[in-house]
């Protein structure tokens, strides 16, 4: 897919581009006020969608004292969850679970972002082993002052200007089985029902890479 969406930084109200994005933030995070002394290190973070970075994109600031866990909860809450699936980080040739086969907590989600992270290492996430989404993660930069063990959202994507297959007005819809969008009136007529009235694969278009996946409706 080649649509290109826009992002609104959430410091200076600016719109960028994903490709204007990274200069943008590192000139707007640096210019922000003195960090107190309450703030920490941490790091610029780019996310964004594997095979699509242009559409689904968000840049994040996560300090050296968050944990893996903390990313992990976070990516959930805004773009993943559904019904509590495992996920994994890779890095390098390590992985993390999310949760260990017995379906606790992982001890490897304690792992502190500030020894694990450092500027351009690619992290590659995945949420659920089966009808999987995956995001890949880039460490842009060092940040001289994060607010302390709390990930920030400094700029994510717009929703993305899909249109109706059918009639071309702004889409409300997606079907889970052939990932078309449509409008709620042209839905109903969509070629995936077998039954007439058939209604269970379509869900609400939401602003996430996992929108039309598994139970996800944002
Ligand atoms: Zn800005
Ligand atoms: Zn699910
Ligand atoms: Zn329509
Ligand atoms: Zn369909």
Redesign the pocket.
């Known amino acids: 897919m080649k649509i290109k969406t826009q992002g609104k930084c959430q410091q200076c109200g600016e719109i960028c581009s994903p490709t204007k994005a990274t200069t943008h933030l590192l000139k707007c995070v640096a210019s922000s006020p003195p960090p107190s002394q309450s703030s920490t290190g941490g790091f610029l973070v780019r996310v964004f969608g594997s095979g699509q970075p242009n559409l689904y994109w968000m840049y994040i600031a996560i300090p050296k004292d968050a944990t893996l866990g903390q990313l992990d909860r976070f990516l959930r809450d805004i773009w993943l969850e559904c019904c509590g699936h495992l996920s994994e980080f890779a890095i390098g040739a390590r992985r993390y679970m999310s949760h260990t086969e017995s379906g606790r907590p992982s001890q490897s989600m304690k792992n502190k972002m500030g020894q694990i992270l450092s500027p351009g290492m690619i992290l590659e996430y995945v949420y659920d082993m089966g009808s999987s989404t995956e995001l890949e993660l880039e460490v842009i930069d060092q940040l001289a002052a994060c607010p302390p063990k709390e990930i920030a959202l400094l700029m994510r994507n717009d929703p993305p200007p899909f249109s ?1 297959t ?4 702004a ?1 409300e819809v997606i079907c889970s089985m052939c990932g078309e969008t ?2 709620t ?2 839905s109903e007529e969509h070629s995936c029902a077998v039954d007439e009235g058939d209604t269970y694969m379509l869900m609400s278009l939401v602003n996430s890479p996992r929108a039309g996946v598994c139970g996800y409706e944002g």
Not at 166 to 169: Q, R
């Open positions: 109706c059918s009639c071309k007005k889409p449509t409008c009136d042209c």
